[in-house]
């Protein structure tokens, strides 16, 4: 019976994971991070064009 090959994940990063997604309304980068309170839009700007109150 041949052994097995275990998957050990190894992390050699810190806990705190990044998450960089497209905002939806400009697709610029965006960080989602605890401090980017407009997530998942990159500014209060896209924010508040998502809800429709904004036209050009
Ligand atoms: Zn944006």
């Given at each position: 019976m041949p052994n097995q090959t275990k998957i050990i994940a190894t992390?050699?990063?810190?806990?705190?994971h990044r998450l960089i997604l497209n905002?939806?309304?400009?697709q610029k980068i965006t960080e989602w991070s605890?401090?980017?309170?407009?997530r998942p839009f990159c500014s209060e700007r896209c924010k508040l064009i998502d809800l429709g109150g904004v036209g050009q």
């Open positions: 992390s050699d990063r810190p806990t705190s905002c939806p309304i400009c605890p401090e980017n309170r407009f």
